[in-house]
């Protein structure tokens, strides 16, 4: 199955009540489909989890059941990754995000993510960290454990094989 066969089969499991098919596929840019087949390949199974009417903006966002796996053991960004002097991981979220071509999720979007089904329930996802905490040398994360959703901070220089990342496209 091709890249645009999988997300039109991904369109169909969640309803959007202001979108169609035809809309979504009008908006997919060579960029947009390098982007969500690099989300792909890096195990995010991309699909759509918003769409502004008035703007016609759809945003798609990693919707694997867990973390990506091509996105784990990762610090939060280059500074991070700049400091750990021992056991440092291959790279950080924010290098690879960009790379990839998407935005880490924020905390308003992974707690939308969370009501379309259940993620993060055995990993964790480094998220989108506000500039107050990440200047103190923190990072945050989200998971879903107890049928609740937490964000939780760390470290920006910790990484660990549970947890990855998931971002967004906005196209």
């Not at 596929?25 to 989300?39: G, I, N, S, V």
């Not at 792909?40 to 973390?67: K, L, Q, R, V, Y």
């Not at 500074?79 to 790279?91: F, V």
Request: neutral net charge.
């Amino acid at each position: 199955m091709n890249l645009i066969q999988t997300l039109e089969s991904r369109f169909l499991t969640i309803r959007h009540p202001t979108l169609t098919w035809p809309q979504v596929e009008q908006k997919l840019t060579p960029q947009a489909l390098k982007t969500l087949q690099l989300m792909e390949e890096t195990g995010g199974e991309p699909n759509i989890i918003a769409h502004n009417p008035e703007t016609n903006e759809i945003t798609f966002a990693d919707c694997s059941p867990e973390s990506p796996t091509g996105r784990r053991s990762l610090c939060y960004d280059h500074p991070a990754l700049e400091k750990r002097r021992a056991n440092k991981p291959a790279d950080s979220a924010k290098n690879l995000a960009a790379q990839i071509g998407i935005q880490l999720l924020t905390e308003a979007d992974y707690f939308h993510l969370q009501t379309l089904g259940e993620f993060d329930l055995k990993t964790s996802s480094w998220l989108q960290t506000p500039p107050e905490v990440r200047a103190l040398g923190g990072a945050i994360f989200g998971d879903r454990r107890f049928n609740r959703v937490f964000i939780y901070h760390n470290g920006a220089d910790s990484y660990y094989a549970a947890r990855g990342f998931r971002g967004k496209i906005i196209v």
